[in-house]
C-alpha cells in the first residue's frame, strides 16, 4: 500500500503553465509505471500521462500531448506533471496514480492499484 500525495494545484489564466508534483511513500516506488488523471465535474475521471518504471517510456492522451510533460525521479520518490499552454476544459482535478503491474511500461485506469487524494487546477479564459 503506497501513499501518493499531489501538490502544485493553482489557478491559472489560459496560455499560462503549472507544474504539479507527486511524492509517494513506501520502497516499491521505482518499479512501477506511474501516471496522472483528471476529472472535472460532472464528468469520468480520464487518463492524461503515464510514464514507465523505469521512467524509459511516456504516454499522452491526445487533449494534451504536445503541451504536457511527464517525469519521474525515483531517487526522490516523486513523479511530476508539467503542464504549459493550459486551456479552460483543462480544469479539473489532477490525480496521481500507480500501477499494480511490476516494472510495466504503462498505465492505464485498470490498472490502478493507489490514488492520490488530488490537487485541483482551474484555468481561466
Known amino acids: 500500500q503506497v501513499q501518493l500525495v499531489e501538490s502544485g494545484g493553482g489557478l491559472v489564466q489560459a496560455g499560462g503553465s503549472l507544474g504539479l508534483s507527486c511524492v509517494a511513500s513506501?520502497?516499491?516506488?521505482?518499479?512501477?509505471?506511474m501516471g496522472w488523471f483528471r476529472q472535472a465535474p460532472g464528468k469520468e475521471r480520464e487518463f492524461v500521462a503515464s510514464?514507465?518504471?523505469?521512467?524509459?517510456?511516456?504516454s499522452y492522451a491526445d487533449s494534451v500531448k504536445g503541451r504536457f510533460t511527464i517525469s519521474r525521479d525515483n531517487a526522490k520518490n516523486t513523479m511530476y506533471l508539467q503542464m504549459n499552454n493550459l486551456k479552460p476544459e483543462d480544469t479539473a482535478n489532477y490525480y496521481c496514480?500507480?500501477?499494480?503491474?511490476?516494472?510495466?511500461?504503462?498505465?492505464?485506469?485498470?490498472?490502478?492499484?493507489?490514488w492520490g487524494q488530488g490537487t485541483q487546477v482551474t484555468v481561466s479564459s
Open positions: 513506501g520502497r516499491s516506488f521505482s518499479s512501477y509505471a
Open positions: 510514464i514507465s518504471w523505469n521512467g524509459g517510456d511516456t
Open positions: 496514480a500507480r500501477g499494480q503491474r511490476w516494472r510495466s511500461a504503462y498505465l492505464s485506469k485498470g490498472d490502478v492499484s493507489s
